[in-house]
């Protein structure tokens, strides 16, 4: 397996020190980096009604409200050594300003790449905006 720069793993660790979880106590950080290298942070925030917003959602709102619509890479960290994948919404919301080619990676806390996932396998046959009438 491979190792994450470190930079982007420090950020990822950042983020999920500062993730708000006080009811499941499962932190997760999330980086999406659009195709000119520029990188968006999230964790993810719960809140008492348990309908809080995960990391990628976090990240994916940051990156669209500074003007950018397309992923080259995502990056998702989990509170343990196993995978912590995007959970069903996330996916979907990946999908939204994905490409065949986005690469999405789950790291461990110490840096390693424990998995690569392209959209196809994340999301087979994904439901998308092409589906939807143009206006």
Known sequence: MSQADSALVNTLLDALN???VPYSD???ASIMECPDGQ????ANVEVAHYKGLCAEASAISAMVTAGQRELAKVYVMGPG???CTPCG????RIREFATPNTQIMVVSR???VLKTYTMETLLPDAFGPEQLPQR
Not at 39 to 42: A, D, N
């Open 18 to 20: 500062n993730a708000y």
């Open 26 to 28: 499962h932190p997760v």
């Open 39 to 42: 990188q968006f942070v999230g």
């Open 81 to 83: 050594e196993h995978l």
């Open 89 to 92: 919404d996330c996916r979907q």
């Open 110 to 112: 110490q840096g390693e």
